[in-house]
């Protein structure tokens, strides 16, 4: 199981950031992928997943509205689109997925994760 991440970055407040994660080494598109994100002198949080092809999401309440993961199963790519950034979001930002399920069983599922991007939001 491969996670290749890219984007991230610095960014002032209020702005966008796009993360990638290319995924190889299972089948991803029966696969839920997920994102999480560790910041200095906090535990790592999940912050949004996406199942397979239903394509059902949800997000934690501190990025909902912001933030939007997709997922291209061509590419086998997960997306996380990010808008309106905040200086509390400034965080390493990782993928992750459950290979053992193709639905959301809960965050302490996730097995497998990339390695992580920061994103430094400036205020």
């Known amino acids: 199981v491969q996670l290749r991440r890219s984007g991230g970055g610095l960014v002032q407040a209020g702005g966008s950031l796009r993360l990638s994660c290319a995924a190889s080494g299972f089948a991803f598109k029966y696969r839920v992928m997920g994102w999480f994100r560790q910041a200095p002198g906090k535990e790592r949080e999940g912050i949004s997943y996406i199942n397979n092809s239903d394509g059902d999401t949800d997000y934690a309440d501190s990025v909902k509205g912001r933030f939007t993961i997709s997922r291209d199963n061509a590419k086998n790519t997960v997306y996380l689109e990010m808008n309106s950034l905040k200086p509390e979001d400034t965080a390493v930002y990782y993928c992750?997925?459950?290979?053992?399920?193709?639905?959301?069983?809960?965050?302490?599922?996730?097995?497998?994760w990339g390695q992580g991007t920061q994103v430094t939001v400036s205020s």
């Open positions: 992750a997925t459950d290979v053992d399920s193709d639905y959301f069983r809960g965050y302490d599922e996730f097995d497998y």
